[in-house]
């Protein structure tokens, strides 16, 4: 289980506040954006769409991330569109770049076979790199390290309805580790051993033999009550454990989950076998596969009530009132929950088991 700390920071807020005081606490939570300079105009337009949705309430800071630092056009346009503090950070070479005991030709062998099989971001390196740092950096940077939680936004993303409590004070207060909106089946092409490992039960290959060889390693962080108690009881073959990997481009999680023993030694662990350069390991499975072993169950949220879109899907709130309630922009009908790669029905059932 993860200890919670209190919530911090009392702010007094102009703006009718949801929860019908004029005095708020804001849980120790930020916003966390990893993008390019080019990519300025999408990463405004997600912004004000979370501005608009949720934080012109609450005043949540952002922290922008970046492996070479933030112009000044940049800055100054996401400074004016925020409602609250932001914070521009570089990001440390040894965070982002591959390390020296890589073997390049390997690497680049591989990158090159990915490429002709047309594999997404399968011939490039600095795609690896993101997804490097998305798993095992991000929350030991610099400006992310006073912060409790993390709200990850991208560049390009729509939230689709008003946002009417705090998901951050939703997770503090019932201690959540880990929470998601979309979730899918793993494009198993670029983790082939990520999964394989499974002696016939999972069906992709290195990143599930180093999963297993992990917990062989370390049996004593798995927790109780877990997913991935739930993984076992599935019938083996396609559709089992790497089918369920929470989409990482939306997460608002507990950065003290992935700073913990646990965890910094499963990255350490998946980082020394080299597949984030030998094939093309993603930060959504390794994020998936670790709250699965090391939180408990109950402890990964699903936020049905948080219409949310990343090119080409849609998750669109559909339980109860959700959907009038957030005036959401989204047809519920037209909703990734009932496509067939979509991993919630799975998820929500295994939910329920004892
Ligand atoms: P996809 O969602 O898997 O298609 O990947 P994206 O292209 O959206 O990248 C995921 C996140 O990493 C987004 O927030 C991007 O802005 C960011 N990102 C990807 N590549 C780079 C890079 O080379 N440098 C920086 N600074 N950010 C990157
Ligand atoms: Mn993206």
Not at 82 to 106: V, Y
Not at 182 to 208: D, N, Q
Not at 327 to 334: A, H, L, S, V, W
Request: hydrophobic fraction near 35%; charge should be negative; include cysteine.
């Amino acid at each position: 289980r993860f200890a919670t700390s209190t919530a911090v920071e009392k702010i007094v807020t102009p703006h009718q506040d949801p929860e019908n005081s004029p005095v708020y606490t804001r849980v120790n939570a930020t916003f966390v954006i990893l993008c390019r300079n080019d990519q300025l105009w999408d990463t405004i337009r997600s912004v004000r769409e979370i501005e608009d949705k949720f934080n012109h309430k609450y005043h949540y800071p952002y922290v922008f991330l970046n492996e070479v630092p933030f112009d000044e056009e940049f800055k100054y346009r996401l400074k004016t569109m925020a409602s609250s503090t932001t914070e521009f950070g570089l990001i440390p070479r040894e965070h982002w770049f591959q390390p020296d005991w890589i073997d390049e030709d390997k690497a680049s062998k591989s990158r090159d076979k990915m490429q002709s099989e047309n594999i997404i971001y399968g011939g490039s390196l600095s795609y690896r790199n993101m997804c490097r740092f998305n798993s095992g950096f991000f929350f030991r940077h610099p400006l992310m390290e006073k912060y409790k939680w993390y709200w990850r936004i991208e560049p390009d993303v729509h939230f689709h309805c008003n946002i009417l409590i705090d998901p951050f004070r939703y997770m503090e207060e019932h201690n959540k580790v880990y929470a998601f909106t979309i979730s899918m089946v793993e494009y198993e092409a670029t983790i082939p051993t990520l999964w394989g490992h499974v002696k016939g039960r999972i069906p992709c290959r290195l990143f599930a033999f180093c999963v297993l060889d992990f917990i062989k390693l370390h049996p004593e962080f798995v927790e109780k009550k877990t997913l991935w108690a739930s993984y076992q009881t599935m019938a083996p073959g396609i559709g089992t454990i790497c089918a369920i990997v929470l989409w990482s481009n939306f997460e608002i999680a507990n950065m003290e989950f992935w700073r913990g023993e646990a965890y910094m030694k499963f990255f350490e662990y998946l980082d020394s076998q080299g597949g984030f350069y030998y094939e093309r390991w993603g930060d959504a499975p390794v994020h998936s596969i670790a709250a699965a072993l090391f939180a408990s169950r109950d402890q990964i949220h699903f936020f049905d009530e948080i219409g949310y879109e990343h090119a080409p899907y849609t998750h669109c709130p559909k339980e109860g009132d959700n959907w009038a309630r957030g005036k959401c922009t989204c047809k519920p009908d037209n909703n990734f929950d009932f496509d067939g790669i979509s991993c919630l029905n799975k998820f929500q059932n295994f939910m329920k088991q004892a």
